[in-house]
């Protein structure tokens, strides 16, 4: 093997101390289903767990027997709530606790590619709290299927970390400035709002799940079927389950509102600078108004200013690179960040003021200013810390594909503004409905579709007589 050639990660083994049930492994017919066991710990991900999953994803890769896996877990309070960080902080006070824990993330984001790169159907059900470590098991997937139960958060920069499991891949491609908004502020997104946010591609009832297995353990693939095709095939089949969406007006009274309409607009307006203090300053200016917008800045302003600055200025600049970062190059990078986070003092304080503290108490940012963050400091994280090893994935296996620059499943989402940008230019002309029907067709009449572009066109176009055309919009970039 030349110099040149890439490293690929050896398939990892069980190791003594290993939990013995901290994942189930079921099969019904042609169904494989994965099921995370710690409700207790309402399923946070650890090596023991990342050991056991990744040789039988592979395994069942290989098997003609094995058509769709699925991801559940245990209990009715989670999906995954996150990496077991916890034990991460706590043996982060030596150089060698420090190479363990970057050891975890480099399993982990190993696994997260595998998933990302599947070449069989992959269904995770994101029932319940799915946070961190649980939405890099689910949202790389081709179908991700949220219900009334789902909390979706990626909490980061609360504990000193910043969005990783491929959050500058995914959070980068969201609309908009909604990947922003997430990242920076950890707030929640509540049932419905992830499947209109992008983040889940499908909204089911709680009640249809086990339904849902049953039926798709009877499907019948053609031998020779691609995994387009047999994607196609899921995809209809989830939608046999589907009911009419609850709207996302329907969250108003809850804690977190849905982030449409006007507030989706002044995210916009106030996420898409390149620098957090231009951010507070849009924030400030729309907090000098009344009514709803004008609460929802003051309230952003105060959750900004708990975060860890180190935190906030390197999430910012992940944001706006990955962008233009591969699957594969998003998780290398990734891993490099997150071996330096280790080595800085906001993760082991922040994980151990918030979530180890009884009760929790207010964490000690080192630096504590954004102001003493400084570019160089943020730089750091973007180059490989001395002594760690860089990155090896799993070898991808034929039918699949190593590396991409967007999503190739993108089309079982509900669609991007980009697409309705497209046909707003193709035929805005003759009018909205004529919109609507367009990208009904191309989206194969999928249900939320015709909520999510009549939200759009009130948003991003405007009306010249009957037709419908686009307003120029400022665009983030690093």
Known sequence: MSSTAPRYLEMPKEQPGDEADDV????????????????????????SMARKIMPRLREWEKSQMANVIILTGAGEKALCAGGDVAELAKQNGSKEGQQKSTDFFALEYALDHLIATYSKPYISIMDGITMG??????????????????????????????????GSFFLSRLDGEVGTYLALTSERLMGVQAMYAGIATHYLDSSVLQPLTTRLSE?????????????????????EFTTELPSPASYEKAKNGDISGDLREAID?????????????????????????????????????KRSPTSLKVT?????????????????????????????????????????????????????????????????????PE??????????????????????HAAYALPRESLIEAVVRNVGQKGEKAVIKEVLSQCGDKVGVREKVQDVLKRKTERQGDAVVWKRQQRASL
């Open 219 to 239: 499907l019948n693939f053609r031998d020779h079927a691609n995994i387009r095709e047999r994607n196609d095939l899921i995809n209809s089949t989830i939608a």
């Open 269 to 305: 307006r106030c996420f898409h600078f390149n620098t957090i203090d231009e951010i507070l300053e849009a924030l400030r200016a729309e907090s000098q108004g009344e009514g709803r917008i004008a609460e929802w800045a003051q309230a952003t302003v105060k959750t900004i200013a």
């Open 133 to 166: 470590g649980g939405v890099g098991l689910s949202v790389h997937a081709p179908f991700r299927i949220a219900t009334e139960k789902t909390t979706f958060a990626m909490p980061e920069t609360t504990i000193g970390f910043f969005p990783d499991v491929g």
């Open 387 to 408: 002594g760690i090893r860089p990155l090896e994935l799993l070898e991808s296996l034929p039918g699949s594909r190593r590396d991409y620059s967007d999503y190739p």
């Open 24 to 47: 189930l492994f079921n099969s019904l017919y042609g169904v494989r289903t994965v099921e995370l066991n710690r409700p207790k710990k309402l399923n946070s991900l650890n090596a």
């Open 316 to 384: 910012l600049k992940q944001l706006r690179l990955g962008k233009r970062w591969t699957i594969s190059e998003a998780f290398t990078r990734e891993h490099q960040m997150a071996a330096r986070f280790m080595e800085h003092p906001d993760f082991t304080e922040g994980v151990s003021a918030l979530l180890i503290n009884k009760p929790p108490t207010k964490p000690n940012w080192k630096p504590a200013t954004l102001d003493e963050v400084s570019n160089e400091d943020v730089d750091s994280f973007f180059a490989l």
